[in-house]
């Protein structure tokens, strides 16, 4: 089992399969010139090396063919989009046709819900968890009202028993049957940004379907680190960013599912583009819209290609690391870190995202007593960065793809010594 010493993190390193990787990335450096732990992908994630270069390449192209590059270049910019899209299916659980790379995560929530939240003036309400990532909330309390309905009577809160931060699969079961044939719409984030907690996307869709609601979720916190296997647990769709654990770089594009069920319905009610258009005849301006079969037909604009470039550095990472060997390593380090937390035997911090290893990503979120933030900022003084959110939670995220087990443990040397 694991061992509470520096020689042990170091072995561990030593024999993971996936130590190469490390090297791939930029590591922010203190002051001094000393690498920093870094332990904050799930709010930015580090550069790759291989981004400047990729980049480089897409300026080339435009500074030496012009509009030809959008044919012509290395990674021609008409189909680019494309370039991404097997790699992220594979991310996410998907079918290339169900997954597309566009906009930013709140756009793509809106763009989905014209789709997917259809309310009749008795089925409108729509359930988010309470503790639901801000913009999520701002963004359906905007549909209801968009639709006429007053918030507060139309968004219902799956919230966890009083006293604890977890939700409870059995709560939300019951706020359905309490209003049965008045929900429209769940919509959960998943993983939750605040107490790291996975809720169970396939339980959640049947559960969902079961009373006749659409069922999607917001996937910023887990994708690239929780194996949600969108086409076989069924949601009708999912959105997420890039620029946590899939390391895009700030701002960058979101990606969107939606499940194959919904590919060949035209008559779903969309705000549609040009680049949602047939491909044969999108350049015959006078064209009736004739949306593309699946995700891609949810597109808009042309494709901001030096975005792309920064997400196909990354992805070519995963695709070369494997999902299911990242999520092996992850289990790994949040053990590992939850086990030397657990050493220091300390009641001024605990963790509050599930035990279970199958209930959480990346994240362990340590809720400090009195919600003193002057823990964390003695802990950025000693060359941590983690996380710090309202009111009182220390977020840690050790990704996998460069994070090692002796940055896990002289994590909690350094927080050992704060303390």
Sequence with gaps: MY???????QKCDAQDPLKKFRDAFHFPKDSFGNPQIYLCGNSLGLQPKKTATYLQEELKDWAELGVEGHTEAKHPWMPYHEFLTQSMANIVGAKPEEVVIMNGLTANLHFMMVSFYQPTPKRYKIIIEKDAFPSDKYAVESQLKFHGFDPKEGLLLWEPPQGEELCRLEDLEQLLEKHQDEVALLMIGNTN??????YPIKEITQLGHQHGCKV???LAHGVGNILPKLHENGPDFAVWCTYKYLNSGPGSLGGVFVHERHAQNKDLN?????WGHNKSTRFNMRQEFDVIPGAEGWQLSNPPILSMAAIRASLDLFEEAGMENLRKKSLQLTGYLEFLLNELQDD???VITPKNPEARGCQLSIQVKNADKNLHQKLTEAGVISDWREPDVIRVAPAP???SF????EFVERLKKTL
């Design 3 to 9: 061992q509470n010493s520096l020689e042990y993190a």
């Design 193 to 198: 940004y605040y107490t790291g907690q996975w």
């Design 216 to 218: 999607g979720f917001d």
């Design 270 to 274: 969309r705000f549609a583009g040009w």
């Design 348 to 350: 001024r911090i605990e």
């Design 401 to 403: 793809l460069y994070n």
């Design 406 to 409: 002796e940055d896990v443990f």
